[in-house]
């Protein structure tokens, strides 16, 4: 009978608590969002034109 891989069982375990906590972060991240208006992101950030002569 083979042995278990006891190592590749951990690395499931801690890709999915981090994709739990990638999907946490993006959810937190989008009610944050909606809540803000969205900057244009058509417009150069302010400062950052050439200054007129």
Do not use: C, F, I, W
Request: aromatic share 4%; proline share 13%; charged share 40%.
């Amino acid at each position: 009978m083979a042995t278990p891989n006891y190592s590749y069982e951990k690395r499931q375990r801690e890709l999915a608590k981090k994709r739990k906590a990638e999907e946490k972060r993006q959810k937190k991240v989008g009610d944050r969002g909606s809540h803000e208006p969205a900057p244009n992101e058509g417009s150069p950030a302010p400062g950052s034109e050439p200054p007129a002569r």
